[in-house]
């Protein structure tokens, strides 16, 4: 080692010398003094050094010679490998290595370092347990879900293949090197692979979410991030509309799915929507951007036959305060509809990053997660018809008729879900230093000093155009006069502009269906706005929101399944017509005497089948007057009578 004082120092960059960043120790009280001394001593010399201090100096402060203090120095800017930092003042800690003992000389008498040694001179050893282990296509076992001490075992019978002795390590000791053992095996379970081999996903995953490979960015303030995702909601409810006769009908209707945007810094709720479809698409994703970007006017009220106190008149989400703000980043998790193409323009177009994170990594959104928890305990796990929380609740199985006798109902649901955000956004919050979210975004907003990004006013329009989109084709007939329409969810809509315009039969346009899905925003391929539609029919021909479309075009399957075992009337009889007519014109000569008898009686018709006694007369069956005698086709039905022997004698003895 050169310990040339001026060529040591010249060997380091500027940030290596400063020990100010170097990673700082804290002795604990128990150190004996003698230990705190030499430790304190050692870093002052360190420190002189590195600041370019003279040898006599560092010398006569700290009574350590050139020829330690530059070697402890040259320790100290070591790489850990444990953390990937300099060992810093670490290493003045007294009994700290740098790195593991190896054992020295060719003595095989046991003791510190054999098993390293014994990995080191025969690495078939290690490379065998390392397969084994991590269950390598090389390996010898079929499956490595065995205990530690069936691998001890395995240990032993690899180390007799590669040629050990009996009196070599492991086999001349006691134990045969078992605590060695354990803990490489110990090593192999804590390490990065292990764990993912080992363990199951959830740990996986949070022992990958510290690295720096996924490092999370600090969330400083208000609207700088928002995270959204979809929660499928518990909850049972009857759904009750009029059929096209009038009369009221119920379909009942398990698990919506809400998707919410929340403030990561204050943990607002900036806005969400609703999803009855099984699984939810780009359109009702884009319609919760809209309803966090402008929330819905107005409050939500109970439904009128919900006997509720008057509710109080709180601070809202809903307030024009919040309006128009927008946030810098949009983070959400790797479905299909977060990913689609007009989810992520229309994100770009407002003017804010889109965020998609690393795949099955629900702990980035950590704080959403547990929201979704929190909400299902404020409301919707308190009323009827709750699903529970998992299959094994109880309250799982009377959900449906719970849901039935108390009349719950969609409206009820969306209000309890309005009641349990305003509580959420009203409660203090020990994150934000006891402040409820809404009063920690109002305080940040009223903060002359702070940055609040806005909605360019030239796009406010474009996201008010935000909701349900459907790319429509023109149809109609002009020769039937059938005026142009377009078909949205089942129904047709039309107006007076569209329905005079044949030239636009046969060509697409977008159609924007409106908070009243009575109506719809069209515009042609252009760009050029037609006008807005209305639905025709009286069907829906009143104010109505787009759930309660969907929610009604459920009741489709019920019709189908309907059919099972219901068959038409028309259906059943034109089957039976069918199976009932026979072929050949013997049978259904016999079919007719079968029904003449029913018809005329026993004592008109006498069936001679050679039985005297009239009263054990076996009953006339098909195979009984059907016999192998050719019937010919111009015989009338009195002729066959005779030659079958059904009836005796002719006409005039019958009389």
């Known amino acids: 080692m050169n310990y040339d004082e001026r060529k040591g120092r010249s060997a380091h960059t500027a940030a290596e010398l400063d020990t100010s960043k170097w990673p700082t120790v804290r002795l604990p009280e128990t150190v004996s003094q003698k230990y705190r001394d030499d430790f304190d001593a050692k870093k002052k010399a360190v420190t002189m050094y590195a600041a370019g201090d003279r040898t006599k100096k560092i010398t006569e402060a700290t009574r350590i010679s050139r020829q330690t203090y530059i070697p402890i120095f040259n320790r100290c800017l070591e790489i850990n490998p444990d953390d990937g930092q300099i060992w810093g003042f670490r290493v003045l800690i007294p009994y700290t290595h740098l790195k593991e003992y190896e054992r020295g000389g060719d003595s095989d008498e046991p003791g510190p370092g054999s098993f390293s040694r014994l990995l080191k001179t025969h690495p078939d050893i290690d490379k065998q347990l390392r397969s084994a ?3 390598y296509d090389d390996s010898c076992l079929s499956s490595n879900k065995i205990n530690d001490l069936q691998y001890f075992e395995l240990f032993l019978k690899i180390c007799q293949e590669v040629g050990i002795k009996d009196d070599e390590y492991p086999f001349n000791t006691l134990y045969k090197g078992k605590r060695s053992f354990e803990k490489y095996i110990r090593s192999l379970r804590n390490s990065e692979e292990g764990i993912n081999a080992n363990s199951d996903t959830d740990a996986t995953r949070r022992l990958h979410l510290g690295s720096s490979a996924d490092s999370i960015d600090k969330i400083t303030r208000p609207y700088k991030s928002v995270a959204f995702d979809g929660h499928s909601v518990d909850a049972s409810w009857f759904f009750y509309f009029f059929d096209a006769n009038g009369r009221i009908r119920e379909q009942y209707l398990e698990r919506f799915w809400l998707l919410l945007i929340l403030d990561e810094h204050s943990e607002a709720v900036l806005g969400y929507s609703i999803s009855i479809y099984e699984n939810y698409n780009r359109l009702d994703v884009i319609r919760a951007i809209k309803n966090a970007l402008q929330p819905p006017q107005g409050k939500i009220l109970p439904p009128d036959y919900l006997i509720v106190p008057v509710p109080v008149d709180v601070p809202s989400i809903r307030s024009d305060k919040f309006r128009n703000r927008l946030w810098e980043t949009f983070r959400y998790d790797n479905a299909k509809a977060n990913l689609a193409a007009d989810v992520v323009n229309t ?31 404020l409301g919707f796990r308190s009323l009827p018809g ?9 309250k799982r199985e009377t959900a449906k008729k719970d849901a039935k006798t108390f009349r719950v109902t969609f409206e009820i649901l969306y209000y309890c879900l309005e009641l349990s955000i305003e509580e959420y956004n009203r409660k203090l919050n020990k994150r934000n230093l006891y402040s409820s979210p809404l009063q920690c975004l109002n305080n940040y907003i009223d903060d002359t000093d702070n940055i609040v990004l806005k909605i360019h006013p030239d796009k406010r329009d474009e996201i008010s155009r935000f909701g349900p989109k459907f790319l429509c084709t023109v149809r109609g007939n002009e020769e039937e006069g059938t005026r142009p329409y377009v078909q949205i969810l089942n129904e047709q809509y039309s107006s007076q502009d569209l329905g005079c315009r044949w030239e636009m039969l046969g060509k697409q346009i977008t159609c924007y269906l409106q908070e009243n899905a009575q109506y719809a925003d069209s515009y042609d391929e252009t760009g050029f706005n037609i006008g807005m539609l209305a639905v025709k029919g009286s069907a829906w021909n009143f104010p109505h929101t ?34 009932s007519m026979t072929q050949k014109k013997a049978a259904r000569v016999a079919q007719a005497v079968l029904a003449a008898q029913a018809i005329q009686g026993k004592n008109q018709l006498e069936v001679s089948f050679g039985r005297e006694d009239e009263h054990e007369k076996a009953p006339i069956s098909e195979n009984d007057v059907i016999d192998s005698t050719p019937i010919n086709e111009d015989e009338d039905l009195e002729d066959a009578y005779n030659i079958k022997g059904l009836i005796k004698g002719g006409k005039n003895e019958h009389e």
Do not use: W
Request: neutral net charge; charged residues 20%.
């Open 386 to 394: 709750s699903l529970g929380t998992g299959p094994n609740d109880p």
């Open 347 to 377: 994100l770009i177009r407002i003017g804010c990053r889109v965020n998609a994170g690393p795949v099955a990594f629900p702990e980035v959104r950590g704080i959403l997660e547990r929201f979704f928890q929190t909400l299902e305990e």
């Open 546 to 579: 787009y759930e309660n479309r969907i929610l009604v075009s459920k009741g489709r399957a019920s019709v189908v399944q309907d059919l099972v075992g219901h068959t038409s009337p028309g259906l059943i009889i034109n089957m039976g017509l069918k199976n």
């Open 133 to 135: 282990f991590f269950d």
